[in-house]
């Protein structure tokens, strides 16, 4: 997943090299931004994909293979969902997709709840009943839950009701995603047609930095006035918390980062790229050698210092671009959106 995103970063980053002196050539940086944003979808879509096709797999005839290859297929399109999570606004928003694509925060375990529910159920669901219940049920934690929650001991995945419920929750997130994709592409021309979009993508991007340091690492790690809780985290059953951090990353590197340098080359303040460019590269390479769980470093102290690091790193990167960026390029923030619940 993370290789595949950086062809595509390759890729992204080449249009940057187009010669000034052709001008008329070169793509807009909404432009870059839309392509690059639209091979996020499609990857996540085609994810999504290859992640149904391994659940009827394993529906179909359950072995220690075929459940190595849903685990991986799982990872795969939930990182492949947190590359493009900084796009917070457009075709995401509709139907309230992020959530259910990723219903976190869970503080009253809601999604432990509504797939114990369709256990005890007299008949599994299909993908139609997934799309008329709870975004709780919908999304990637859902699966997490099949896949990797302690109570799973007591009824073994490949059981027909749960394996149902599974491939179930996997149709409707290809679906999902294969929609998401679509229309991607055809929000493209008003995109591009609205020069309030430039500002709209910062500030998403900035705020996906915000909820990264806050909320997604701050709190479970005990940073944000309250003692540590790993139940807070991402992906704390499957223990991938850390390697979801790392996505988003690559994400931003991917589909931000070239639009973002072409903006601030033709505001004649190409340093900034660069300082945001190395500061992320850093940050990729301090997530990289970090265990992928949160939760297990909360209680080992070499460990823990290496998640503080990482914590000040996405810190410095969230003043990067929303003080020194956002200030060069007169965009106002007059308040932390990631405050409050």
Request: proline share 4%; glycine share 6%.
């Amino acid at each position: 997943m993370i290789a595949s995103l950086r062809r595509l970063s390759l890729l992204a980053c080449a249009l940057l090299a187009t010669p000034l002196s052709f001008a008329t050539d070169t793509p807009t940086p909404r432009e870059m931004w839309h392509g690059a944003v639209e091979l996020q979808y499609a990857e996540l879509s085609a994810a999504s994909e290859r992640l149904e096709a391994s659940a009827a797999r394993f529906c179909q005839g359950s072995d220690e293979a075929l459940r190595q290859r849903l685990e991986n297929d799982w990872l795969s399109a939930y990182q492949a969902w947190q590359a493009v999570r900084f796009i917070q606004f457009g075709p995401v928003e509709q139907n309230s997709r992020g959530w259910q694509l990723q219903f976190w925060p869970d503080r009253k375990n809601l999604v432990g709840s509504k797939v114990r529910g369709w256990l005890k159920a007299a008949e599994a669901p299909d993908a139609q009943d997934i799309a008329s219940d709870s975004v709780a049920i919908q999304g990637f934690p859902a699966l997490e839950y099949l896949l990797y929650d302690d109570a799973m001991d007591e009824q073994a995945l490949s059981d027909p009701k749960a394996c149902t419920l599974m491939h179930a929750i996997a149709t409707y997130l290809a679906d999902t995603t294969s929609a998401l994709h679509r229309d991607w592409q055809a929000f493209g021309e008003h995109y591009l047609d609205t020069a309030d979009y430039t500002e709209t993508t910062l500030a998403s991007a900035i705020q996906a930095l915000e909820i990264l340091e806050d909320k997604r690492l701050g709190e479970p790690m005990g940073l944000k006035g309250a003692p540590a809780n790993g139940y807070l985290a991402e992906a704390w059953r499957s223990g991938q918390t850390v390697r979801l951090v790392e996505s988003s990353l690559e994400g931003l590197r991917t589909g931000l980062l070239p639009g973002l340098t072409a903006l601030l080359r033709e505001a004649d303040a190409l340093p900034l790229a660069e300082a945001f460019r190395d500061q992320l590269d850093k940050t990729l390479v301090q997530a990289s050698e970090l265990p992928p769980g949160l939760v297990p470093s909360l209680e080992d102290e070499e460990a823990f210092r290496g998640l503080q690091s990482l914590y000040l790193d996405i810190s410095q990167l969230r003043h990067l671009l929303g003080n020194e960026i956002a200030g060069e390029l007169g965009l106002v923030r007059g308040f932390n959106s990631s405050d409050g619940d």
